[in-house]
């Protein structure tokens, strides 16, 4: 089984910082890409950065020089660093990671998520 836990949501002000951090667990082989989503009330869930294992990071026109994506392969984690936020960040922040597991088994695997709210 495997399991995907997201941390570091919160309440800032706009201008404000977070980091999000999230763990996956479990009877884990490998992880290919690992990804943050976010899903704002009343809207569609969208794509916020993406890094592979190799390769270059993708990031959302709407967090380009603001957001970074980094991962920690030893720890099985991705991070999210998030600065210069603005209220229309506000969303909940889910990861979402393509995983092989120890039987064989490749899917994708998403976390709970986690609430961030940036006020004016």
């Known amino acids: 089984q495997v399991s995907l836990a997201e941390s570091g949501g919160g309440s800032v002000q706009a201008g404000g910082s977070l980091r999000l951090s999230c763990a996956a667990s479990?009877?884990?082989?490998?992880?290919?890409?690992m990804d943050w989503y976010r899903q704002a009330p009343g809207k569609q869930r969208e794509l916020v950065a993406a890094?592979?294992?190799?390769?270059?990071?993708n990031y959302a026109d709407a967090v380009k020089g603001r957001f970074t994506i980094s991962r920690d392969n030893a720890k099985n984690t991705v991070y999210l660093q998030m600065n210069s936020l603005k209220p229309e960040d506000t969303a909940v922040y889910l990861c979402?990671?393509?995983?092989?597991?120890?039987?064989?088994?490749?899917?994708?695997?998403w976390g709970q998520g986690t609430q961030v709210t940036v006020s004016s």
């Open positions: 979402n990671a393509a995983i092989t597991t120890n039987s064989g088994y490749s899917g994708y695997y």
């Open positions: 479990g009877s884990i082989s490998s992880i290919n890409a």
């Open positions: 890094i592979p294992t190799g390769g270059t990071t």
